[in-house]
Protein backbone atom coordinates (compact mmCIF):
# COMPACT_ATOMS: atom_id res chain seq x y z
CA UNK A 1 0.00 0.00 0.00
CA UNK A 2 1.14 3.11 -0.91
CA UNK A 3 0.29 6.33 1.34
CA UNK A 4 0.65 10.03 0.67
CA UNK A 5 1.16 11.90 3.65
CA UNK A 6 -2.11 14.55 3.91
CA UNK A 7 -1.72 18.28 3.86
CA UNK A 8 -2.04 18.89 7.72
CA UNK A 9 -1.90 22.01 7.81
CA UNK A 10 -5.05 23.01 9.94
CA UNK A 11 -2.95 20.45 12.43
CA UNK A 12 -0.02 21.88 12.06
CA UNK A 13 -1.11 25.93 12.18
CA UNK A 14 -3.74 25.49 14.85
CA UNK A 15 -2.41 22.17 17.34
CA UNK A 16 -0.19 22.40 20.35
CA UNK A 17 3.78 20.67 18.98
CA UNK A 18 2.73 18.51 21.92
CA UNK A 19 0.68 16.05 19.71
CA UNK A 20 2.17 12.50 19.31
CA UNK A 21 0.34 9.90 17.33
CA UNK A 22 -0.23 11.19 14.66
CA UNK A 23 3.34 12.17 13.78
CA UNK A 24 3.60 8.52 13.42
CA UNK A 25 0.87 8.04 11.63
CA UNK A 26 0.34 10.62 9.06
CA UNK A 27 -3.12 9.94 8.34
CA UNK A 28 -6.58 12.01 8.25
CA UNK A 29 -8.56 9.03 9.58
CA UNK A 30 -12.28 9.28 8.69
CA UNK A 31 -14.18 6.17 10.54
CA UNK A 32 -13.53 3.28 11.93
CA UNK A 33 -15.44 -0.63 12.69
CA UNK A 34 -13.98 -3.34 14.55
CA UNK A 35 -10.12 -3.70 14.11
CA UNK A 36 -9.87 -1.73 11.25
CA UNK A 37 -9.60 2.04 10.81
CA UNK A 38 -9.87 4.18 7.14
CA UNK A 39 -8.41 7.01 6.69
CA UNK A 40 -9.92 9.99 4.34
CA UNK A 41 -8.12 8.63 1.09
CA UNK A 42 -9.83 4.97 1.65
CA UNK A 43 -7.13 3.20 2.60
CA UNK A 44 -7.48 0.77 5.14
CA UNK A 45 -5.29 0.25 8.54
CA UNK A 46 -5.79 -3.07 11.10
CA UNK A 47 -5.84 -1.79 14.15
CA UNK A 48 -3.13 -3.33 16.49
CA UNK A 49 -3.11 -0.40 19.21
CA UNK A 50 -6.90 -0.61 20.50
CA UNK A 51 -6.30 2.99 21.04
CA UNK A 52 -4.19 2.28 23.71
CA UNK A 53 -5.82 -0.41 25.53
CA UNK A 54 -9.03 1.58 25.05
CA UNK A 55 -10.73 0.02 22.68
CA UNK A 56 -10.52 -3.63 23.82
CA UNK A 57 -14.07 -4.85 22.22
CA UNK A 58 -13.18 -3.00 18.92
CA UNK A 59 -14.41 0.30 16.94
CA UNK A 60 -17.55 1.01 17.21
CA UNK A 61 -18.92 -2.33 18.28
CA UNK A 62 -22.48 -2.64 17.06
CA UNK A 63 -23.86 -4.31 20.99
CA UNK A 64 -22.33 -1.37 22.25
CA UNK A 65 -23.21 1.16 20.24
CA UNK A 66 -27.05 0.05 19.73
CA UNK A 67 -26.96 0.51 23.32
CA UNK A 68 -25.38 3.71 23.43
CA UNK A 69 -28.05 4.91 20.69
CA UNK A 70 -31.01 3.95 22.30
CA UNK A 71 -30.10 5.74 25.35
CA UNK A 72 -29.54 9.00 23.51
CA UNK A 73 -32.15 8.87 21.59
CA UNK A 74 -34.60 8.16 24.38
CA UNK A 75 -32.99 12.05 25.90
CA UNK A 76 -30.90 10.08 29.06
CA UNK A 77 -29.21 11.58 30.91
CA UNK A 78 -25.77 12.68 29.68
CA UNK A 79 -24.24 14.40 32.41
CA UNK A 80 -24.97 13.85 35.61
CA UNK A 81 -22.20 14.60 38.40
CA UNK A 82 -22.41 11.83 41.03
CA UNK A 83 -26.03 12.24 41.24
CA UNK A 84 -27.85 8.73 41.20
CA UNK A 85 -29.46 7.62 37.60
CA UNK A 86 -30.61 5.15 36.34
CA UNK A 87 -27.58 4.18 33.62
CA UNK A 88 -25.57 4.21 36.98
CA UNK A 89 -27.92 2.15 38.84
CA UNK A 90 -27.64 -0.44 35.82
CA UNK A 91 -23.71 -0.07 35.48
CA UNK A 92 -23.28 -0.59 39.48
CA UNK A 93 -25.25 -3.99 39.00
CA UNK A 94 -23.38 -5.47 36.20
CA UNK A 95 -20.30 -4.98 37.52
CA UNK A 96 -20.96 -6.20 41.06
CA UNK A 97 -22.82 -9.11 39.76
CA UNK A 98 -20.66 -10.01 36.41
CA UNK A 99 -17.27 -9.14 37.77
CA UNK A 100 -16.87 -8.50 41.50
CA UNK A 101 -19.43 -10.99 43.22
CA UNK A 102 -18.45 -13.89 41.29
CA UNK A 103 -14.44 -13.22 41.86
CA UNK A 104 -15.54 -12.32 45.51
CA UNK A 105 -14.15 -9.15 45.71
CA UNK A 106 -15.81 -6.90 48.68
CA UNK A 107 -14.34 -3.13 46.61
CA UNK A 108 -16.29 -0.40 47.16
CA UNK A 109 -16.59 1.38 43.57
CA UNK A 110 -15.61 5.19 43.40
CA UNK A 111 -16.34 7.58 39.97
CA UNK A 112 -12.85 10.10 40.31
CA UNK A 113 -12.25 11.72 37.29
CA UNK A 114 -13.03 10.18 34.19
CA UNK A 115 -9.59 9.38 33.27
CA UNK A 116 -7.02 6.80 34.25
CA UNK A 117 -4.66 9.27 35.89
CA UNK A 118 -7.25 10.78 37.87
CA UNK A 119 -7.80 7.35 39.34
CA UNK A 120 -4.53 7.16 40.26
CA UNK A 121 -5.00 10.06 41.87
CA UNK A 122 -7.87 9.06 43.89
CA UNK A 123 -6.00 6.38 45.07
CA UNK A 124 -3.09 7.81 46.25
CA UNK A 125 -5.02 10.50 48.40
CA UNK A 126 -6.88 7.86 49.83
CA UNK A 127 -4.30 5.46 50.77
CA UNK A 128 -2.11 8.69 52.42
CA UNK A 129 -5.45 9.52 54.46
CA UNK A 130 -5.95 6.13 55.57
CA UNK A 131 -2.38 5.58 57.03
CA UNK A 132 -1.55 9.27 57.82
CA UNK A 133 1.62 9.27 56.08
CA UNK A 134 2.84 10.45 52.64
CA UNK A 135 5.66 8.27 51.32
CA UNK A 136 4.68 6.06 47.87
CA UNK A 137 6.73 3.19 46.86
CA UNK A 138 6.45 3.07 42.85
CA UNK A 139 8.59 0.36 40.45
CA UNK A 140 11.29 1.04 37.88
CA UNK A 141 9.64 1.60 34.14
CA UNK A 142 6.64 2.18 36.01
CA UNK A 143 3.80 4.62 34.26
CA UNK A 144 0.98 6.13 36.58
CA UNK A 145 -0.36 8.85 34.11
CA UNK A 146 0.78 12.76 33.50
CA UNK A 147 -0.96 14.60 36.78
CA UNK A 148 1.67 15.02 39.27
CA UNK A 149 1.34 12.47 41.98
CA UNK A 150 1.09 10.33 39.04
CA UNK A 151 4.32 11.53 37.39
CA UNK A 152 5.40 11.11 40.96
CA UNK A 153 5.09 7.82 40.84
CA UNK A 154 6.22 7.45 37.19
CA UNK A 155 9.34 5.99 36.48
CA UNK A 156 10.17 7.87 32.79
CA UNK A 157 12.47 10.39 32.92
CA UNK A 158 11.13 12.33 29.17
CA UNK A 159 8.01 12.38 31.04
CA UNK A 160 9.03 13.42 34.78
CA UNK A 161 10.85 16.98 33.32
CA UNK A 162 7.74 17.93 31.77
CA UNK A 163 6.35 18.79 35.45
CA UNK A 164 8.90 21.63 35.28
CA UNK A 165 8.44 20.98 39.60
CA UNK A 166 10.34 18.60 42.00
CA UNK A 167 8.19 15.18 42.21
CA UNK A 168 8.21 14.68 45.98
CA UNK A 169 6.97 11.74 47.92
CA UNK A 170 7.64 8.40 45.91
CA UNK A 171 10.42 6.12 46.00
CA UNK A 172 11.30 3.65 43.02
CA UNK A 173 11.94 0.28 43.71
CA UNK A 174 12.88 -2.70 41.63
CA UNK A 175 10.67 -4.39 39.24
CA UNK A 176 10.93 -7.81 38.64
CA UNK A 177 13.85 -9.35 37.25
CA UNK A 178 14.98 -5.81 37.41
CA UNK A 179 18.71 -7.33 37.89
CA UNK A 180 17.83 -10.19 35.73
CA UNK A 181 17.59 -12.59 38.41
CA UNK A 182 21.13 -12.13 40.31
CA UNK A 183 19.13 -10.20 43.56
CA UNK A 184 16.75 -11.87 45.51
CA UNK A 185 13.01 -10.47 45.30
CA UNK A 186 12.58 -7.51 47.47
CA UNK A 187 15.92 -7.53 48.72
CA UNK A 188 16.99 -3.76 49.02
CA UNK A 189 13.21 -2.86 49.65
CA UNK A 190 12.84 -5.01 52.84
CA UNK A 191 16.15 -4.02 54.50
CA UNK A 192 15.69 -0.24 53.70
CA UNK A 193 12.25 -0.59 55.34
CA UNK A 194 13.78 -2.26 58.32
CA UNK A 195 16.93 -0.28 58.53
CA UNK A 196 16.07 2.51 60.89
CA UNK A 197 19.22 4.69 58.81
CA UNK A 198 18.20 4.19 55.49
CA UNK A 199 16.48 7.23 55.33
CA UNK A 200 13.18 5.97 53.60
CA UNK A 201 9.88 7.56 55.29
CA UNK A 202 7.87 4.23 56.22
CA UNK A 203 5.10 4.10 53.33
CA UNK A 204 1.55 4.32 53.10
CA UNK A 205 1.06 2.22 49.95
CA UNK A 206 3.09 0.63 47.44
CA UNK A 207 2.00 1.04 43.77
CA UNK A 208 2.37 -2.03 40.67
CA UNK A 209 1.46 -2.62 37.25
CA UNK A 210 1.28 -6.47 36.64
CA UNK A 211 2.54 -5.91 33.34
CA UNK A 212 4.45 -2.61 32.76
CA UNK A 213 3.05 -1.12 29.27
CA UNK A 214 4.43 1.86 28.82
CA UNK A 215 7.82 0.65 30.53
CA UNK A 216 8.26 -2.01 27.34
CA UNK A 217 5.41 -5.04 28.19
CA UNK A 218 7.49 -6.25 31.49
CA UNK A 219 5.66 -8.72 33.13
CA UNK A 220 5.43 -9.63 36.78
CA UNK A 221 5.73 -13.31 37.84
CA UNK A 222 2.82 -14.01 39.73
CA UNK A 223 5.41 -15.44 42.68
CA UNK A 224 6.73 -11.95 42.75
CA UNK A 225 3.03 -10.64 42.81
CA UNK A 226 2.53 -12.72 45.74
CA UNK A 227 5.57 -12.20 47.62
CA UNK A 228 4.59 -8.37 47.30
CA UNK A 229 1.47 -8.51 48.75
CA UNK A 230 2.97 -10.34 51.60
CA UNK A 231 5.35 -8.29 51.98
CA UNK A 232 2.40 -5.02 52.34
CA UNK A 233 0.66 -7.08 54.60
CA UNK A 234 3.69 -7.83 56.65
CA UNK A 235 4.94 -3.95 56.50
CA UNK A 236 1.53 -2.18 57.00
CA UNK A 237 1.92 -0.61 53.83
CA UNK A 238 -1.58 -0.79 51.05
CA UNK A 239 -0.61 -2.52 48.02
CA UNK A 240 -2.56 -0.56 44.77
CA UNK A 241 -2.73 -2.16 41.77
CA UNK A 242 -3.01 -0.47 38.54
CA UNK A 243 -4.98 -2.25 36.08
CA UNK A 244 -5.79 0.80 33.54
CA UNK A 245 -4.29 -0.76 30.71
CA UNK A 246 -4.14 -4.57 31.36
CA UNK A 247 -7.41 -4.72 33.41
CA UNK A 248 -10.86 -5.09 31.82
CA UNK A 249 -9.32 -8.47 29.99
CA UNK A 250 -6.36 -7.23 28.65
CA UNK A 251 -4.23 -9.88 30.18
CA UNK A 252 -6.85 -12.62 29.92
CA UNK A 253 -9.10 -12.69 33.25
CA UNK A 254 -10.90 -9.31 34.12
CA UNK A 255 -8.45 -8.52 36.64
CA UNK A 256 -5.22 -8.80 35.57
CA UNK A 257 -3.97 -9.27 39.09
CA UNK A 258 -6.12 -12.41 39.58
CA UNK A 259 -3.80 -15.37 37.87
CA UNK A 260 -1.50 -14.05 40.75
CA UNK A 261 -4.26 -15.17 43.53
CA UNK A 262 -3.95 -11.72 45.33
CA UNK A 263 -6.42 -9.19 46.56
CA UNK A 264 -4.97 -5.65 46.03
CA UNK A 265 -6.27 -3.32 48.59
CA UNK A 266 -6.85 -0.50 46.20
CA UNK A 267 -7.40 -0.78 42.35
CA UNK A 268 -7.37 1.42 39.38
CA UNK A 269 -9.58 0.74 36.49
CA UNK A 270 -9.99 3.27 33.06
CA UNK A 271 -8.84 2.91 29.51
CA UNK A 272 -11.69 -0.29 28.66
CA UNK A 273 -14.04 -0.07 31.36
CA UNK A 274 -16.29 1.92 29.33
CA UNK A 275 -16.22 -0.68 26.51
CA UNK A 276 -16.56 2.14 23.79
CA UNK A 277 -13.68 4.40 23.95
CA UNK A 278 -15.51 6.68 26.28
CA UNK A 279 -13.93 8.64 29.20
CA UNK A 280 -14.80 6.82 32.43
CA UNK A 281 -12.45 5.50 35.46
CA UNK A 282 -13.04 3.71 38.67
CA UNK A 283 -11.08 3.81 42.33
CA UNK A 284 -11.86 0.32 43.34
CA UNK A 285 -11.10 0.04 47.30
CA UNK A 286 -11.69 -2.63 50.42
CA UNK A 287 -14.78 -1.30 52.92
CA UNK A 288 -12.88 -0.63 55.57
CA UNK A 289 -10.69 2.25 53.15
CA UNK A 290 -13.58 3.74 52.49
CA UNK A 291 -12.75 7.15 54.84
CA UNK A 292 -13.68 9.40 52.69
CA UNK A 293 -15.82 12.90 53.68
CA UNK A 294 -18.62 13.64 50.99
CA UNK A 295 -16.78 15.74 48.23
CA UNK A 296 -13.40 15.27 49.57
CA UNK A 297 -12.61 13.86 45.68
CA UNK A 298 -14.65 14.85 43.19
CA UNK A 299 -14.63 16.16 39.56
CA UNK A 300 -17.29 17.69 37.03
CA UNK A 301 -17.32 15.16 34.39
CA UNK A 302 -17.20 11.74 37.22
CA UNK A 303 -20.90 11.10 35.96
CA UNK A 304 -20.68 10.13 32.58
CA UNK A 305 -23.47 8.19 31.88
CA UNK A 306 -23.06 7.51 28.06
CA UNK A 307 -20.32 5.51 29.76
CA UNK A 308 -22.07 3.45 32.41
CA UNK A 309 -24.12 2.46 29.57
CA UNK A 310 -21.99 1.21 26.77
CA UNK A 311 -19.85 -0.51 30.37
CA UNK A 312 -22.89 -2.51 31.47
CA UNK A 313 -23.90 -3.64 28.39
CA UNK A 314 -19.85 -4.73 27.85
CA UNK A 315 -19.64 -6.27 31.24
CA UNK A 316 -23.15 -8.07 30.69
CA UNK A 317 -22.68 -9.19 26.60
CA UNK A 318 -18.74 -9.95 26.78
CA UNK A 319 -18.47 -10.80 30.85
CA UNK A 320 -21.19 -12.90 32.36
CA UNK A 321 -19.92 -16.41 30.63
CA UNK A 322 -16.59 -16.89 30.90
CA UNK A 323 -16.13 -17.19 27.31
CA UNK A 324 -13.80 -13.77 26.89
CA UNK A 325 -11.32 -15.09 29.06
CA UNK A 326 -10.91 -18.23 27.18
CA UNK A 327 -11.37 -16.81 23.78
CA UNK A 328 -8.23 -14.06 24.98
CA UNK A 329 -5.85 -16.50 26.24
CA UNK A 330 -6.53 -18.56 22.86
CA UNK A 331 -5.76 -15.52 20.58
CA UNK A 332 -2.50 -15.03 23.09
CA UNK A 333 -1.19 -18.36 21.81
CA UNK A 334 -1.67 -17.41 18.18
CA UNK A 335 0.36 -14.19 18.81
CA UNK A 336 2.81 -15.84 20.90
CA UNK A 337 3.85 -18.35 18.00
CA UNK A 338 3.59 -15.85 15.95
CA UNK A 339 6.20 -13.57 17.81
CA UNK A 340 8.33 -16.44 18.56
CA UNK A 341 9.05 -17.09 14.80
CA UNK A 342 9.80 -13.97 14.00
CA UNK A 343 12.73 -14.06 16.96
CA UNK A 344 13.96 -17.41 15.55
CA UNK A 345 14.04 -15.68 12.27
CA UNK A 346 15.75 -11.89 13.61
CA UNK A 347 18.95 -12.24 15.70
CA UNK A 348 18.82 -9.43 18.79
CA UNK A 349 14.53 -9.72 18.85
CA UNK A 350 13.09 -11.23 21.97
CA UNK A 351 9.64 -10.87 22.92
CA UNK A 352 7.42 -11.43 25.96
CA UNK A 353 3.71 -10.63 27.02
CA UNK A 354 0.20 -12.19 28.14
CA UNK A 355 -2.98 -12.73 26.99
CA UNK A 356 -3.34 -9.91 24.22
CA UNK A 357 -0.36 -7.69 25.57
CA UNK A 358 2.59 -8.65 23.62
CA UNK A 359 5.98 -6.99 23.16
CA UNK A 360 9.23 -7.06 20.75
CA UNK A 361 12.04 -5.31 22.13
CA UNK A 362 15.15 -5.27 19.15
CA UNK A 363 18.86 -4.90 20.49
CA UNK A 364 19.21 -2.22 18.56
CA UNK A 365 16.63 0.09 19.70
CA UNK A 366 15.97 2.47 16.80
CA UNK A 367 14.77 -0.24 15.09
CA UNK A 368 11.38 -0.60 16.98
CA UNK A 369 10.47 3.11 15.52
CA UNK A 370 11.78 1.66 11.93
CA UNK A 371 9.27 -1.11 12.21
CA UNK A 372 6.64 0.66 13.44
CA UNK A 373 6.83 3.74 10.31
CA UNK A 374 7.04 0.26 8.00
CA UNK A 375 4.19 -1.86 9.58
CA UNK A 376 2.43 1.88 8.83
CA UNK A 377 3.24 2.27 5.64
CA UNK A 378 1.89 -1.58 4.99
CA UNK A 379 -1.19 -0.53 6.94
CA UNK A 380 -0.74 -1.64 10.61
CA UNK A 381 -0.83 0.37 13.05
CA UNK A 382 1.56 -0.68 16.27
CA UNK A 383 3.12 1.80 18.62
CA UNK A 384 6.67 1.75 20.48
CA UNK A 385 7.20 1.61 24.35
CA UNK A 386 10.32 1.16 26.48
CA UNK A 387 11.82 4.14 28.03
CA UNK A 388 13.88 4.19 24.90
CA UNK A 389 11.29 3.21 22.44
CA UNK A 390 12.83 -0.01 21.74
CA UNK A 391 10.17 -1.97 22.29
CA UNK A 392 7.01 -2.47 19.60
CA UNK A 393 3.60 -2.69 21.40
CA UNK A 394 1.28 -5.10 20.35
CA UNK A 395 -2.53 -4.48 21.50
CA UNK A 396 -4.81 -5.40 19.36
CA UNK A 397 -8.71 -5.40 20.17
CA UNK A 398 -9.86 -8.63 22.30
CA UNK A 399 -12.69 -9.21 20.31
CA UNK A 400 -10.27 -9.74 17.04
CA UNK A 401 -11.28 -12.67 14.49
CA UNK A 402 -8.07 -15.20 14.07
CA UNK A 403 -7.75 -14.35 10.38
CA UNK A 404 -7.12 -10.87 11.24
CA UNK A 405 -4.83 -11.12 13.98
CA UNK A 406 -2.96 -13.44 11.44
CA UNK A 407 -2.88 -11.14 9.01
CA UNK A 408 -1.64 -8.23 10.92
CA UNK A 409 1.00 -10.78 12.60
CA UNK A 410 2.04 -11.31 8.69
CA UNK A 411 2.27 -7.92 8.26
CA UNK A 412 4.48 -7.04 11.33
CA UNK A 413 7.08 -10.33 10.43
CA UNK A 414 7.17 -8.27 6.91
CA UNK A 415 8.39 -5.11 8.58
CA UNK A 416 10.35 -6.73 11.07
CA UNK A 417 12.67 -8.25 8.00
CA UNK A 418 11.93 -5.62 5.81
CA UNK A 419 14.03 -3.12 8.56
CA UNK A 420 16.60 -5.86 9.48
Known amino acids: MTITPPALSVFEALESEVRSYCRGWPAVFDRAQGSHMYDEDGHTYLDFFAGAGSLNYGHNNPVLKRALIDYIERDGVTHG ?65 MSLGSLAVTGNAFKR ?97 EEAGITPDIVTVSKSISGYGMPMSLTLFKPELDIWEPGEH ?71 SAVCKRAFELGLLVETSGPEGEVVKLLPALTISPEDLDEGLRTLARAVRETA
Request: hydrophobic share 40%; proline share 6%.
Open 81 to 145: LDMSTTAKRAFLESFQNNILRPRDLPYKVMFPGPTGTNAVEAALKLARKVKGRESIVSFTNAFHG
Open 161 to 257: AGAGIPLVHGTPMPFDNYFDGTVPDFLWFERLLEDQGSGLNQPAAVIVETVQGEGGINVARPEWLRALAELCERQDMLLIVDDIQMGCGRTGAFFSF
Open 298 to 368: NGTFRGNNPAFVTAAATLDTYWADGQMEKQTLARGEQVEQALRAICEEQPGVHFRGRGLVWGMEFEDKPRA
